[in-house]
RNA sequence: GCCUGGGUGGCGGAACAGGUAGACGCAAGGGACUUAAAAUCCCUUAUGGCUUAGUCCAUGUACGAGUUCGAUUCUCGUCCCAGGCACCA
């Protein structure tokens, strides 16, 4: 081997051998266990970054060390590369968002190959291809067909800026999620997904997810947001019309003193019309409909409304109510109408103060006797019943049964579940997405393509328009088609899908790629799915992973996959975090804009003292990043593996150091220096069997197998492979104690097994470096092609064990023993050591507690 | 406000199932090698104390209680940090 250890030659090389001898190919293989590995596909904006680095590190660790374990691995890589920002990249740039896209494809490719990962590129798909959407576009008809996908003209999140509507989930504190400007509201016709249909069924499943962060599947229940109640209609006064209201309180019903209606529902206005308060409403909708959401969520946010001049009457007392509409009332939960029980409920309490409305008490705190024109905040904890007719006196957990049941009787209501969940919409008025395949027909209505016309080919002849507005709805030679019944003309559907469309079953295509006769091979689906372990950011908790077993459960009920739960193991890393560093004059600045000279931050653009800030998520705004480019180039892709590996646990937070990359590079080092120092030595011996080994090579041997053990479980059970790395580091540090100058051939060998064993445990977190000391070690082949070693439980057998000696719980003394000694015997020599008779003093023996192998604890 | 995590040396982090707190690495200090530097190697490094500088003593895992022979680990309360949801009827 070369004397020094120069990482890009190296990595070069065997990138080189992998590809040539196609050792990351897979096929279906029934005689093997299957083991499928999924890192979140990146979207190819050009560069990966740091968060990529670590991501498909971590993956690859497991991929690598599963198929030593001898499973069947598949371990795809492709592209999320639908989106926006091609589209924002396409415009400021003259160029078109396809060409953007794959141009970014191909320096991506370079870099992940320079990772050393171990991806079958024969795999590798991109969904903005139309061999791939094709079958999204024709999953998209059979939903159509199931009623699973649907259109209707709803309010939706709209973005000026970008032209498009956006998804709740995309709509962060009322902003966009792209831009960061204000979100307004806006009626268009949408198409949408019908995933509450599975609300209970995702929510139920949360709980069957051993394999998932509880962060994760905590956070999905909250996203569903069920919540059991009862359904009640208000009939309104004068009309043959009914209040629908969701409410979670029924028990409070006979408290119920006015309806608050969202300003959408449409009974606001059709309420108000004819009435004095109809041009009040009408005022009050508009200003609501142009107040963005941000306002509308900001805390404490003032409550009001206008009352429409309507009535209605509280069905189960008859009580005429006043019918208002309300900021508060949101018309995308529930019914958008809510029963007013101000005695009971906060922002009910706080609107009845406000605008002088009747409150009253129904349900009556233990001690108290709460008295409507004193009170200065709602109770709503539990009580008995009172002014509730034939229900005062229970207590108001019975009586939430008994109204429920009463009311089922009268026909004025029933008990429900309401979800928080709303329906999936899909639309996106963007051009680089896949088109929705529908047609409009002026004779036949809105009807799906015909299958034989798929794909719906995204034109690739468009010119983008500034503001990023669709060009499709004005481009006449993709709108203009035949209607697939009538044969007459007619229109093409203009809509694109969100891009988490694509992203809800790439992991399915992954098992067939290539299929062109099917959405995917069932042989070959059935073969891989589920993913076994599924790796990716905490950010993607919701959406992505929320639709993907939507998406699951809509291919399983329409009988093309067996499996129902996507991923049955799900690993959320955490993010990487620098310091950022900033200086008055220019603001932010980027980690080579600073001099270091001590503990002298210095701007290298003006020369002034820079500050440092806080260690925070890397990000090109805040400009703490790291370019993985740079990295590969100075160390190499193994030490930027090994720091990646080294500094957190997967799924903690990484804080970035230059000085601990530095660490990783020397210990990288130090094992060559070590392995070039045995290589002959070891050469023409064979590993060590641990027969008849005495003093430090029984140490060391013990050692060996001991790391052994450390490291499987620690990449077995949790991934920690930060801990596995220090326990091979230790091995290595005993390893270097051994002298090769007076080595005996015993030595020799179980040097040789030592070496052997460190090349293995680390050959799946420096795959290039373990490699090139396989051969060092005296191998042939890859070192990725032998089994993972196994450990011998017996080598790891001492002839003597530490007892430490507590008096009162307290440290005072240890001895070694031989580690078959009895209890007395060790009880007997804790008490005679000397340290230990000094704490005890002449004082009373109570008690004497033994642990095996472990301590002896003395309590006087 | 609600729901999840999490608070351990100068720093990143260890401690598997209640049993030696601080593995491993970084940084810092001291030394060796060198004409010198880099690289490398060795030693020290939680805090405080000392009539016995030790196989010493006290304190110490955010804070306060509790359970236990023994708590970083379990229970309760408080404070702080991060993430998610947020007028959800």
Redesign the pocket.
């Known amino acids: 081997m070369k004397e020094k250890y120069d990482p890009q030659t190296i990595e070069v090389k065997w990138q080189t051998f992998w590809e040539d001898t196609d050792l990351f190919k897979v096929s279906e293989d029934p005689s093997k266990e299957k083991y499928y590995l999924l890192e979140m596909f990146p979207y190819p904006s050009g560069k990966i970054h740091m968060g990529h680095v670590r991501n498909y590190t971590i993956g690859d660790v497991v991929a690598r060390y599963k198929r030593m374990r001898g499973y069947n691995v598949l371990h795809p890589m492709g592209w999320d590369a639908f989106g926006m920002p091609a589209e924002n990249a396409a415009i400021a740039n003259n160029t078109h968002p396809a060409r953007w896209t794959y141009e970014n494809i191909d320096a991506m490719r370079v870099q992940l190959k320079r990772m050393g990962l171990s991806y079958d590129w024969d795999r590798e798909l991109a969904t903005c291809r139309p061999e791939y959407y094709r079958w999204e576009q024709w999953l998209f008809i059979k939903m159509y067909e199931k009623g699973m996908a649907y259109r209707k003209e709803s309010f939706v999140n709209w973005c000026e800026t970008c032209q498009t509507v956006l998804a ?2 995309q ?3 009322g902003m966009c999620w792209r831009c960061g400007k204000p979100v307004r509201q806006k009626k268009l016709w949408q198409w949408f997904f019908r995933i509450t249909d599975y609300a209970e069924d995702l929510l139920e499943y949360c709980d069957r997810l051993p394999g998932w ?4 599947t ?2 999905q ?3 569903i ?1 069920r ?1 059991v ?1 009862a359904e009640i209609h208000f009939p309104v006064e004068g009309r043959d019309e009914k209040i629908t ?6 028990d409070t019903v006979f408290g119920a003193t006015f309806m ?1 209606l ?1 300003p959408e529902h449409p009974l606001t206005t059709t309420l108000s019309r004819g009435t004095d308060q109809e041009e009040t409403v009408a005022a009050f909708i508009d200003r609501m409909a142009l107040s963005d ?1 941000s ?10 409304g206008v009352f429409t001049g309507a009535y209605c009457t509280n069905p189960m007392n008859g009580r005429r109510m006043p019918v208002y509409t ?16 101000p005695a009971h ?4 309490f ?1 609107f009845a103060r406000k605008y002088d409305l009747e409150i009253v008490v129904v349900v009556q705190p233990p001690d108290e006797e709460p008295d409507p024109a004193t009170m200065t905040e709602a109770y709503a904890g539990d009580g008995t019943m009172v002014n509730s007719g034939d229900f005062d006196g229970l207590h108001n957990r019975e009586a939430m049964e008994a109204i429920a049941e009463r009311m089922e009787m009268e026909n004025v209501g029933k008990k429900t579940v ?3 969940l709303r329906d999936w919409g899909i639309s996106r008025q963007r051009y680089w997405g896949a088109p929705i395949p529908m047609v409009h027909c002026n004779d036949c209505g809105i009807v799906p393509a015909a299958e034989s016309d798929l794909p719906i080919e995204l034109p690739e002849n468009a010119e983008l328009l500034k503001g990023g507005k669709s060009p499709l709805p004005s481009l006449e030679t993709f709108i203009k088609t035949t209607c697939p019944q009538c044969g007459r003309s007619a229109r093409r559907e203009t809509d694109t899908m969100d891009t988490f469309v694509e992203s809800s079953w790439y992991f399915d295509r992954y098992c067939s790629p290539r299929c062109d006769t099917t959405m995917f091979d069932k042989g070959a689906v059935d073969y891989w799915m589920p993913v076994d372990q599924y790796i990716g950011g ?2 993607h ?2 959406l992505h992973l929320l639709y993907s077993r939507y998406f699951t459960r809509v291919l399983n009920d329409l009988g093309l996959i067996d499996c129902k739960e996507p991923f049955t193991r799900l690993l959320t890393q ?1 993010m990487v975090c620098k310091e950022t560093a900033a200086c008055p004059a220019h603001g932010f600045l980027f980690p080579d804009e600073i001099e270091t000279s ?1 503990e002298e931050r210095v701007c290298r653009k003006c020369g002034g003292q820079a500050t440092v800030g ?4 890397m990000s090109k705004s805040k400009k703490n990043v790291i370019d993985p480019n740079v990295l590969l180039d100075r160390y190499g892709a193994d030490t930027t593996r090994l720091f990646c590996l ?4 997967p ?5 970035w ?4 990359v ?6 990288l ?2 094992v060559w ?1 070590l392995f070039n120092l045995w290589e002959d030595a070891v050469r023409d011996v064979a590993p060590s069997d641990g027969e008849g080994l005495t003093g430090d090579l029984q140490d060391l041997y013990r050692k060996t197998h001991g790391t052994i053990k450390k490291v499987t ?2 990449i077995e ?2 991934f ?1 492979f ?2 596995a ?6 091995l ?2 005993e390893m ?2 051994v002298d090769p100058d007076t080595a005996s051939r015993e030595a020799a060998a179980v040097m040789k097994l030592a070496m052997e064993t460190v090349v293995k445990l680390l050959s799946p977190m420096v795959p290039h470096f373990a490699e090139e000391l396989w051969r060092a070690a005296g191998r042939d082949g890859s070192v990725l092609l032998t089994a993972w070693p196994g450990y011998d439980e017996a080598a790891l057998k001492t002839d003597e064990v ?1 007892i ?1 000696v ?1 008096v ?7 001895f070694t023993i031989d580690a078959d000694a009895d209890e007395a015997a060790v009880r007997e020599r804790a008490l005679s ?3 230990v008779r ?2 005890i003093g002449g004082k009373t023996i ?2 004497v ?1 033994v ?1 095996k192998s ?2 002896v ?3 006087v």
């Open positions: 709740n989930e709509v962060e504190a962060p509880e962060k994760v905590t956070m229940k909250n996203w947001g919540s109640g209201v969701f409410t979670t309180r029924q608050c969202a959401r306002s509308r969520a900001v805390e404490a946010y003032e409550k009001e309300a900021n508060f009332a949101l018309m995308e939960y529930g019914t958008g109408a809510v029963m007013s029980v409920d906060g922002r009910d706080e309401n979800y928080r905490v950010e908790a919701i955490g001590g806080r260690v925070e998520k080294f500094a957190a646990p799924e903690r937070d990484l804080e150091s230059e000085q601990g530095e660490g990783g590079h020397r210990f080092n130090r220096r479980t620690d059970e949790r920690h930060n801990t790395i220090s326990a091979v580091m230790e290595v540090n270097n104690g530490l430490v507590q009162n719980g307290k440290l005072r003394g240890r050591d000397e340290q000094k704490f109570k008690k507690i642990v472990k301590l604890n003395i309590v």
